[in-house]
């Protein structure tokens, strides 16, 4: 659920960062086009007015031109009277591009061909010619038409170079207009002609013309910039007027060069804001989709990881039997609960069935799995939402509790295992009833975390030291680790660390303990026990540490090491005459028994000594034979046919049957003392016990009654038939120089 909506979360910012990214780079990209069509409107609006002041310009100059060339005409001509000159100026202004030519004398009297007695003498143009400088009029009312237009003077020189008059010629401003018909900005814009005083003299024929622009000294233009104040300053340029509505102007100046004239030209500022809008449109078309295509891919690729990550996480953290989290994901959120913002105590219970292995065999794999699955649903039921489990391995499970007390944990695991073990019978199938005759068991370790920094390693093997503990009680309970545990593993550590070097040391000791016959009292055997002499410790017995080397495997060195100094003493005994009638037995650990080169190893030590395999008993603990019947039947024919003699040891603890003694050649039986001293006030268990005693008579097996200690029990055992008799009664182990002796004060042999 919170997966999920971490999906949804990350998709909606991921929607919301396009988006943003998609504006940015949009407005970012709009104002640069912006900034780019402006720059360019406003140089193509200044280039056409520039490049129309060009045209205009050479127009004005070529009058001029004309009209000089004209009067250098007439100076060379002098002597023209005034009618041949008015014919003289009617032919000449038919070819020109003037209206109207006139000669004017000093006096300002003017003649052409079309009018008479005007004096021109009021006229600027006319005095500056006078004053034989060549001008163009500003534009004002004709005297002769009575149009508006410009008037062209040059002065006439006589031979002397003396100013005779004044020859005048106008053009009437629709000429200049036609100058000004141009084509701008895809006609958007328009030109006009624009006098020294910044009047508009005339302007083309257009559809965008405002009338409002007459005189641009009154155009209000931005940032309070004025016509007169930018033309002084700048040659040329481009303003934009100021307007409260939409309809703002470009107006670009380039000068003629003539009379402080100007040509403008103008284009509504809405033209650019039209083709910014139609780009506008364009390009958040062009964001959009590629938002939404951005987002269609960002969706996709965060859908394919979390589909990736989703099958990673089930591979690294589903457990594939009970679909429920596994270790990984347990380890994860083990040390998150660890952490400081975790205020809450906890601690971590394992927990199994007992011989899952037999299950597994009894009710097959499928059943098993269900059980597991089944436990898994319990365990979770019954979990609050701070507290997790896991499947470890096979069928141990982690589980972390709050802790409250221990009794509370205790209460808790009690009433989960009830529960596991209540409905077990809905979960397998198949079975026809045989489930009721199968008790299962299950067993948990549980281990206080007092220190949160401890790892899980050592707290799991902490509460599976305490399960150990319940391990073989027969019955579904669990037990807290201690001190008095934690003690014992570092013992066992100590131990471990150590072991090579004692035996290296020779620190491991030989001791025999006599075993008698029971007919004549005397030793005929003993049985060879290790003790540690530890340097620091003292005697350490081997119920301390052979367990522990059965779990590290160092027990074969030591069952090697103690066969070694049993066939030792054999030969160095035999040397001085001490012949035992039986065997020095030795007991060879389980972890063994899978060794293929045991018999050659066993035989070549006692090849080595020079002694008879015969002289030798093997002693094997009877569990070991219901553990892997086929592989123990096999070893000890194998041990048997080299000579050795056979023991099943502490015989009657667990499940012995007579059937597979049968199979099995042995030579001794040694009755646990456990199993002797229960059957004391048990009628019905010693007749079994004198039956088993006979029927080994008769399959010629010896019987040996262990750990006798009172003279009761000694009479007792002898009654019911047993052939030789072990315990403190008679002697307690003893070392090797000790039996040496007491065979020889003894006389015993
Ligand atoms: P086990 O083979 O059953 O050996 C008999 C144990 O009973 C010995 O304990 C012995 O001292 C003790 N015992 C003998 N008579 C009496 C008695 O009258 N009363 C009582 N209470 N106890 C008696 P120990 O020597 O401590 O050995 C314990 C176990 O350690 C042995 O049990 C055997 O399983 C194992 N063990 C001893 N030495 C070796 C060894 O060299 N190799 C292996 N693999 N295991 C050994
Ligand atoms: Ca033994
Ligand atoms: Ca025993």
Request: glycine share 4%; proline share 2%.
């Amino acid at each position: 659920m919170k997966r999920k909506r971490n999906y949804t979360l990350k998709v909606v910012a991921a929607f919301f960062v396009t988006i943003v990214f998609a504006l940015i780079c949009s407005f970012t990209y709009l104002d640069y086009m912006r900034n780019i069509l402006n720059n360019d409107t406003k140089e193509r609006l200044l280039e056409v007015a520039d490049r129309t002041t060009d045209t205009m310009k050479i127009k004005l100059q070529s009058g001029i031109t004309e009209l000089k060339n004209l009067s250098t005409a007439i100076s060379l001509k002098s002597g023209y009277n005034t009618e041949e000159m008015k014919d003289v100026l009617y032919n000449y202004v038919k070819e020109s591009s003037f209206q109207r030519i006139e000669l004017i004398d000093p006096n300002g009297d003017g003649y052409s061909n079309d009018f008479k007695d005007i004096n021109f003498s009021d006229r600027e143009y006319f005095q500056k010619a006078m004053n034989g400088e060549v001008n163009i009029s500003n534009f004002m009312q004709e005297k002769v038409s009575a149009e508006i237009g410009s008037t062209f003077a040059v002065p006439i020189f006589n031979e002397n170079n003396e100013v005779i008059g004044v020859l005048a010629a106008s053009k009437e401003v629709s000429e200049f207009k036609k100058l000004l018909d141009v084509n701008i900005l895809g006609g958007e814009g328009y030109l006009a002609l624009v006098d020294s005083s910044g009047a508009i003299i005339t302007s083309q024929n257009h559809k965008n013309y405002d009338s409002g622009i007459t005189d641009l000294r009154e155009v209000k233009f931005e940032n309070n910039n004025t016509f007169v104040d930018c033309s002084r300053k700048f040659e040329k340029g481009v303003l934009k007027t100021q307007s409260s509505s939409n309809d703002s102007k470009y107006i670009a100046y380039a000068p003629i060069g003539i009379n402080n004239w100007y040509i403008i030209s103008i284009v509504p500022a809405s033209i650019i804001e039209k083709n910014i809008t139609s780009l506008n449109n364009i390009s958040s078309l062009m964001w959009i989709s590629m938002s939404i295509l951005l987002l269609i891919i960002v969706t996709y690729i965060i859908y394919s990881k979390r589909k990736a990550d989703n099958k990673l996480e089930k591979i690294a953290f589903v457990d594939s039997v009970t679909n429920d989290p596994n270790y990984n994901s347990f380890f994860y959120d083990f040390n998150k609960r660890m952490s400081k913002e975790y205020k809450n105590s906890y601690a971590l219970v394992t927990l199994d069935i007992d011989k899952f292995k037999v299950v597994n065999d009894v009710f097959g794999y499928e059943n098993g799995d269900d059980i597991l699955r089944h436990m898994a649903f319990v365990i979770c039921e019954n979990l609050t939402q701070n507290e997790i489990y896991a499947r470890h391995s096979a069928d141990n499970f982690l589980i972390l509790l709050e802790y409250i007390d221990e009794d509370s944990m205790l209460n808790r695991m009690d009433s989960m295992t009830i529960e596991i073990l209540n409905n077990l019978d809905k979960v397998i199938k198949n079975m026809s009833g045989r489930i009721y005759s199968y008790k299962f068991i299950l067993n948990y370790g549980i281990c206080i975390i007092d220190d949160k920094k401890d790892p899980l390693d050592l707290i799991v093997d902490r509460a599976n030291l305490a399960k150990k503990r319940v391990k073989g009680s027969h019955k579904t309970t669990g037990a807290i680790y201690t001190k008095d545990l934690r003690e014992k593993m570092l013992m066992e550590k100590e131990l471990e660390n150590y072991m090579d070097k004692a035996l290296r040391e020779k620190q491991f000791k030989v001791y025999f303990q006599p075993e008698v016959s029971f007919k004549t009292g005397k030793i005929i055997g003993a049985e060879a026990l290790v003790r540690w002499y530890h340097p620091e410790k003292g005697i350490i017995y081997p119920d301390k540490f052979i367990p522990l080397f059965e779990k590290n495997q160092f027990i074969k060195k030591l069952d090697y090491y103690m066969f070694n100094e049993v066939a030792f003493y054999i030969q160095k005994w035999e040397s001085e005459g001490i012949v035992l009638p039986k065997t020095l037995s030795i007991n060879l650990s389980r972890v063994h028994l899978s060794d293929l080169d045991l018999v050659d190893e066993l035989l070549k030590i006692v090849k080595d000594h020079n002694v008879e395999p015969s002289k030798i008993g093997i002693e094997l603990t009877e569990s070991a034979f219901f553990e892997d019947t086929d592989l123990i039947i096999n070893v000890m024919e194998r041990l048997k046919n080299a000579g050795f003699k056979i023991y099943i040891d502490d015989f009657g603890s667990g499940y012995s049957s007579l059937n597979t003694l049968k199979d099995l050649k042995v030579d001794y039986l040694k009755f646990d003392r456990g199993f002797l001293t229960n059957l004391e006030d048990n009628k019905k268990g010693q007749a079994i016990l004198h039956n088993l005693v006979n029927m080994a008579r008769d399959i010629s097996i010896c019987t040996v009654a262990e750990g006798v200690e009172t003279v009761a029990q000694a009479n007792f055992l002898s009654e019911k038939g047993f052939d030789i008799a072990q315990g403190y009664y008679y002697y307690k182990p003893m070392t090797a120089k000790e039996l040496r002796d007491k065979l020889i004060n003894d006389e015993n042999i």
